[in-house]
């Protein structure tokens, strides 16, 4: 269908839904945390806590991504302890400075508020 110039309307590129939760992820600072809810929330995608863990758990493996400060909203690693993915997020979240108290994170005081 033409406009009324004649010409073909342009397509309305919205970005995807992954590419809204990359862009959300991109922005949280070091040294916070946000949890997944969180993550849609500021994505535009909200009540999507199980969607943002899917896109996150299909991130490519090279991903610059910091997929390592997404947490739940107990304020734990919902990946297992023993897991190379588990021990990972917690070391790199040290590295950052999160401190970790009988295994959780105080999203007080490192919870990401935009």
């Not at 999507?48 to 997929?67: D, F, K, M, S």
Request: hydrophobic residues 35%; positive net charge.
């Amino acid at each position: 269908m033409e406009n009324i110039r004649g010409e073909e309307p342009q397509p309305d590129h919205q970005p995807s839904i992954e590419q809204k939760i990359y862009i959300a992820l991109a922005a949280i600072p070091q040294g916070k945390v946000v949890t997944y809810g969180q993550l849609g929330d500021l994505a535009g995608v909200p009540r999507a806590a199980r969607q943002v863990g899917y896109i996150l758990r299909n991130l490519p493996t090279e991903t610059t991504l910091p997929w390592h400060r997404v947490i739940n909203a107990a304020g734990k690693i919902s990946l297992g302890p023993d897991t190379d993915s588990g021990i990972r997020q917690r070391a790199l979240l040290q590295e950052e400075g999160v401190v970790f108290n009988n295994g959780r994170i105080s999203l007080k005081q490192f919870r990401w508020q935009p």
